[in-house]
């Protein structure tokens, strides 16, 4: 078998990359390792970016999130026991972003994808890949290819065939997310994010009837220590306010799993013939939820890359990809773990709780340093992304 582009993964990022391809007359052949009931089910964080939304609709895969996406102009700082709104329209020039699960981004790529009658493949596990010869191996095929995305997230075989070429930065943090999917209607019209004495929470939504909670919890938590009763109780707890006001709707809870959170960086992004995108070359802690807007932000860069490339032979802005990529990628990070590290209680750490403190006030309080949480959150505009 032969293709211009092999895409190793059905995420967020290979989809994306498929399409645009697509769209540019580019063939393409996805692999993806898991069914596609499996990809289309798997629970992720549901905030796009202002960037994002516009690609997507841009190129003909908005028409379901535009009808059912929910538009936030701002989120919420709750500490103290008291909210501060964070005004997204009034500090980042009138962006704002919508919440819309990952999972329906992914159903709306696969959709497109198959319309267009462009190559699919779910349980096609690939075993090896070789970045110098361009050739990838599922099953017992051979895929031949002038170009391979590693878009196989953080498990994935891409970055591993690299791995002695790599440079890692990394940080693991102290804590986890138990996350939760309710038959509730959300609490607020917009998210909250709780600092409190008994660990983070965060309040979200999915739609008008489902919210999306989360809760710090230990490193490697089971999920079987939480019943339905200890995770709502644990979750008014912290995110009761002084006042009293706020009543946090509970409802049936049809989802629970455990995220780890880290922050990871693998560098360069290419190897010979293989560019890695998304998860396979990067992870941000969730508390930023800029995960899918970064991978969409690789994908973009990669997709104008192979345009020039594949139509008018100029390689260089895939030479440039990945320097291009790692400049967004190292201000998420730190965007990512600013979010992280300020909103988390650190376990016997009386230091650093009161200087979260002190940044919290301080965010909600100063207009230059609302307008960096504001901007960041609804993603940079930084040139060519
Ligand atoms: C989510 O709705 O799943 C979500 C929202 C905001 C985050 C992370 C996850 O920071």
């Excluded at 939480?226 to 049936?252: C, K, N, P, Y």
């Excluded at 992870?283 to 020039?308: Q, W």
């Excluded at 030479?319 to 016997?348: A, I, K, N």
């Amino acid at each position: 078998m032969e293709t211009q582009v092999g895409i190793v993964g059905a995420g967020p990022a290979g989809l994306l990359l498929a399409h645009l391809l697509q769209r540019a007359g580019i063939e393409s052949v996805v692999l993806e390792a898991r069914t596609r009931e499996y990809v289309e089910h798997r629970v992720r964080a549901g905030v796009l970016e202002h960037g994002t939304v516009e690609v997507l609709k841009e190129t003909g895969v908005g028409e379901r999130l535009e009808r059912e996406g929910m538009l936030h102009h701002g989120v919420e700082l709750r500490f103290g026991g008291t909210g501060h709104r964070i005004d997204f329209s009034a500090l980042a020039g009138g962006r704002a972003i919508t919440v819309y699960g990952q999972q329906e981004v992914v159903k709306d790529l696969i959709a497109a994808r198959l319309q267009s009658g462009g190559a699919l493949h779910f349980e096609a596990e690939v075993t090896s890949i070789d970045p110098e010869r361009g050739v990838i191996r599922f099953g017992d095929e051979e895929l031949r290819c002038a170009v391979i995305a590693g878009c196989d997230g953080f498990h994935g075989v891409c970055r591993e065939a690299v791995q002695d070429r790599l440079r890692i930065y990394e940080r693991v943090y102290p804590f986890a997310w138990l996350g939760i999917l309710a038959h509730a209607a959300p609490s607020s019209e917009e998210l909250i994010y709780t600092h409190s004495d008994r660990g983070f929470a965060l309040h979200s939504m999915r739609s008008p009837e489902v919210t999306r909670n989360y809760l710090q919890v230990p490193p490697d938590e089971d999920v079987g220590e939480w019943s339905d009763e200890r995770i709502w109780e644990e979750l008014q707890q912290r995110m009761a306010t002084v006042d009293g006001d706020f009543i946090l709707q509970e409802g049936e809870i049809f989802e629970k799993g455990v995220t780890p959170m880290r922050s990871f960086v693998a560098e360069p992004l290419r190897h010979g013939k293989l560019f890695l995108a998304g998860d396979a070359a990067h992870i941000v802690p969730p508390t930023g939820a800029k995960g899918l807007n970064l991978a969409v932000a690789d994908i973009r860069v990669l997709a104008r890359g192979l345009r020039s490339y594949c139509k008018d032979g100029d390689g260089t802005r895939l030479d440039e990809y990945s320097d291009r990529c790692l400049r967004r990628v190292w201000r998420v990070q730190h965007f990512s773990w600013w979010m992280t590290s300020m909103l988390h209680r650190f376990e016997g750490d009386a230091f650093e709780a009161k200087l979260q403190r002190s940044q919290l006030e301080y965010v909600v309080r100063s207009h230059a340093a609302a307008t960096t949480l504001a901007e960041n959150y609804v993603g940079l505009d930084l040139e060519d992304v």
